[in-house]
C-alpha cells in the first residue's frame, strides 16, 4: 500500500508540473496575440484614417486547452474555471463514483480472485476514460464559445396550413 501511495504522490506532483506549465504558455500566447494586436493598430489603422483609442473594454476570453486541461487533472476544474459549477458538481460526482467503483472492484477481485471483478473493473475503467474526455471536451467547448454572446431566442410562429412554425433567433 504504501508504494502505491508514492506512486500516486508522484503523479499528483507530476501533474500539478504539468498544469503550472501548461498555464504559463496559455498566458504567453495570449501576449503574443495581443502585441500583435497592437502592432496591426499602429500600423495599419492610421492608413484607414480611424480613431483607435485604448479601449479597456476588450473581450476577455478563456484558455479552451488551459480549460481541458483543467478538467483533465482535477475533475470538474475545467468546469468552474468556465463557470459552469453544475456541470463540475455532475463531472466531479461522476468521475469520484466511477473511481471508487474501480477501486472497491479492484479490491474485491485481489481478495477473491473471481474473474467477474476483474472484468468489471476494467469495465469501469473505459467508463472512466469516456467521463473524463467527456468532461475535457465539455470544459474546451464551453471555453471557447465563452467569447459569443448568448442571446438566443424561441418563440412561436404560428400555425398555417396546418403546420406549427417555431422561430429560432441567435444572435451572435
Known sequence: MRKFSV???KKVLY????LIFITGIDSLKERALSQEAEFFKVKFCPLLNENISNNNDTLQTKSPIGASVRSLLIPGLGQIYNGKKVKALLAAAGEGILI?????????????KEV?????????QWWFVFVLGLSAVDAYVDAYLDRFNENMDISFGGFNNGYVYLNLLVRF
Do not use: E, H, M
Open 7 to 9: 506512486y500516486v504522490f
Open 15 to 18: 501533474l500539478i508540473f504539468l
Open 100 to 112: 471508487y467503483s474501480i477501486y472497491d472492484n479492484n479490491k474485491k477481485f485481489n481478495n477473491t
Open 116 to 124: 467477474k471483478y476483474r472484468k468489471r473493473r476494467n469495465t469501469l
